[in-house]
């Protein structure tokens, strides 16, 4: 099966602060992605949260973009709040910079940064992101996009859900749905394709030889040694099933799982 037959899943990009732009908020300190504290610790932790609430939904915003500031990509944050915030997505990396903020009710600040150069995410920030995606552990990597394609799952029983998660693992989810009385009861079977891993080296956290319970603790939010689960050799499709190949795939069913 081809590399395209499992595209990435998970976020689509994450939010994060420029070093500058934590300092404007006072929280130079912290983590650029550790939105909770830095909304937490700032003196105004509102712009944070219509960073997270307005960005979350786009990167961009339907409004336009802001003058003086030598490129036509770099957009308002706006609340109702006061104070003057700017951001800007960086497809490649898939994030959404917070790039900077003022308590005043104006852009100076920023339009003096962007002319000096200072506006964009600098080579600082940028080592600092690579290192931390370095580091996050095997769960924090996994879980959304493992977690997407279950609900891809459910959505279509019979039918395969695949996709490469947290950029490390390509896996095949799909739901067999039996409604009993009041309860649904799902078979959920996770079939990953080998090598386990895409690329020469594994995260923190990397569960080795428990790697298929893992991936089902992760998949249903629930500890192993409370799921019933199995090893097929076969895989469940709408037109019946198909054989497991051993050469390329392991797979796990989780059995009778409650929704």
Do not use: K
Request: proline residues 10%.
């Amino acid at each position: 099966m081809t590399e395209a037959a499992y595209p990435p899943v998970g976020p689509a990009y994450e939010l994060r602060f420029t070093r500058r732009a934590l300092g404007d908020l006072r929280c130079g300190h912290l983590a650029p992605g550790d939105l909770t504290s830095i909304e937490s610790a700032t003196p105004w932790p509102a712009v944070v949260r219509d960073f997270r609430e307005q960005r979350g939904e786009s990167p961009a915003t339907t409004g336009g973009a802001l003058a003086r500031m030598g490129r036509g990509d770099v957009y308002p944050l706006h609340g109702p709040h006061g104070g003057r915030a700017a951001t800007w997505f960086d497809p490649v990396a898939g994030v959404c910079w917070f790039l900077g903020y003022s308590p005043a009710h104006d852009y100076t600040v920023l339009e003096v940064r962007a002319a000096n150069g200072e506006l964009l995410p600098d080579e600082d920030d940028e080592i600092l992101l690579e290192l931390e995606r370095e580091e996050l552990d095997f769960e924090l990597r996994v879980r959304p996009g493992l977690q997407q394609l279950v609900t891809a799952a459910l959505r279509q029983p019979r039918c395969p859900a695949r996709g490469t998660v947290g950029q490390l693992v390509r896996l095949e989810v799909t739901a067999v749905v039996v409604p009993v009385a009041a309860e649904t009861l799902v078979d959920l079977t996770l079939v990953l394709r080998l090598p386990p891993t895409q690329g020469s080296t594994t995260p923190p956290g990397w569960p080795g030889p428990m790697l298929l319970e893992r991936l089902a603790e992760l998949a249903t939010d629930q500890p192993a040694d409370t799921l019933e689960l199995a090893y097929p050799s076969r895989v469940p499709l709408a037109s019946g099933d198909r054989p497991l190949e051993p050469a390329h795939e392991m797979a796990v069913a989780v059995i009778n799982w409650q929704r």
